[in-house]
Structures are given as C-alpha cells and as structure tokens.
C-alpha cells in the first residue's frame, strides 16, 4: 500500500521550454501533496506545499510563475516548470500524505530527472 | 521546526543491528519525530514514526527517550540493501507534517 507513482521519470528539454510533472497516489487519496527539489550532492529542499481545491503554498525564494502547482484531484498534483532553464536542471521528488489512517505520514514518488539543455 | 543532528556517516557489518541515533534536543511537545532513508537516485522511504513511545514495524524500531530529546533508529538485522542516507525529521501538523531534510547520515552496510 502507499504508492505515489511520478511521470515522467526523466526528461531533457531545450532551454525556455515548459515541462510537466504528474504526481499521483496510486491506492490513497491525498488532500496535501508537496513537492521538492534535490542538487546533486545535496538534501531534498522542500519547494511547495499543494492542496487538493486550492493554492499551493511556496517556500521563500521559490518562485510561484515559475514552478505551477495544480492539485485538481485527490489523487493528482502535477509541477509545471515554465521556461525552463539550465539551472532548473534537478531531481523532483513527489510526496502524498495519506487521508486514511496515517494521516501524519507522508510517502513519496520515485522523483523525476530533469535535464535542461 | 526543530534541529537535527546524526552522525554523518557509519559503518556496520552485514547482519548485524545497525543503531542511528539522532538529537532532536528542541522539539517540541506535539512533534513526531519520522525516519526516512533515501537509496542513491531514488525517493525517500518512509521508514517509522513515534510521538513519545518506542515504535516497532518490519523494517525498524524506534527508541525515543523520556525527555525526547533524542531517539535512535535500529534496524535488527542491516543487510546490503539497507545501505542508504537515514534521515531524523521532527514534524508538525502546524507545517502540515512538511518535512525539512538534514543532511542525514550516510549508512554503509559492509559483507
């Protein structure tokens, strides 16, 4: 039980394209999802808080125009990173916190890789 | 939110228990503290999570002391897969349960 699934798993993409990433939680419903970004060598950074029927809460320094969050269902949150640059280049992890049982825990996707050229 | 910290990295001989401690000295009173590991390139795993009690599942136990200032992960029986990065995060529903990751400490299991 528990499973988020990410799509796609990596993606390489020219300079000032749009890209999309779908999160979704395969056996559970999940009113908050979160998103997080990981640098090489580095600890996951937690860009954004997503609820299900609203906006998405940002962290300092992370712009809300560039990283679109939409939560439309209890099963979907998809990141859109708009005009991608080569410094956007990073691993995008997933989270779903389970409306069920365990509320107070949250599991993740298996993240994506995105490669901006 | 609560500060963290764990050794940065450890060693442990395969089949052997594999004891990760960390100090969360501020947490606060209605702070879980979760575990996660992360195996190189891929997404964290949930591993356990206590609020004032031990806790046991299949992976793990968990030891959190009476002050709950610190707790230690213990995983029974180490095996080569568990090699990965163990992370100790104090979390809140006042953030939503959001998790700040440390650096974590780097477990190698050795044959």
């Known amino acids: 039980g528990a499973v988020v699934s990410q799509h796609p798993s990596w993606v390489i993409c020219k300079s000032g394209t749009s890209v999309k990433i779908e999160c979704r939680s395969l056996?559970?419903?999940?009113?908050?999802m979160f998103w997080y970004r990981q640098f090489p060598k580095q600890s996951l950074m937690l860009m954004a808080t997503?609820?299900?029927?609203?906006?998405?809460?940002?962290e300092q320094g992370v712009e809300k125009d560039k990283f679109l969050i939409n939560h439309a269902s209890l099963t979907l949150s998809t990141l859109t990173v708009t005009s991608a640059h080569p410094e956007d280049s990073s691993f995008y992890i997933c989270?779903?916190?389970?409306?069920?049982?365990?509320?107070?825990?949250?599991?993740f996707g298996p993240g994506t890789r995105l490669l901006v050229l | 939110d609560a500060k963290t910290t764990q050794p940065t990295s450890m060693d442990c001989a395969e089949g052997r228990a594999a004891n990760l401690p960390c100090n969360h000295s501020?947490?606060?009173?209605?702070?879980?503290v979760y575990w996660y590991r992360q195996i190189h390139s891929q997404g964290p795993q949930y591993i356990i999570h206590?609020?004032?009690n031990n806790e046991t599942n299949e992976m793990a136990s968990l030891i959190i002391t009476e002050d709950r200032k610190s707790s230690t992960l213990i995983l029974p029986h180490a095996t080569l897969r568990d090699t990965a990065v163990y992370y100790c995060?104090?979390?809140?529903?006042?953030?939503?349960?959001?998790?700040?990751f440390g650096k974590g400490t780097s477990l190698l299991v050795t044959p």
């Open positions: 989270s779903a916190r389970d409306n069920g049982r365990n509320q107070e825990t949250q599991y």
């Open positions: 501020t947490i606060s009173g209605n702070e879980y």
């Open positions: 206590g609020l004032k």
């Open positions: 995060i104090p979390s809140n529903s006042n953030s939503g349960y959001a998790l700040n």
């Open positions: 997503s609820n299900e029927g609203s906006k998405a809460t940002y």
């Open positions: 056996d559970f419903q999940a009113t908050t």
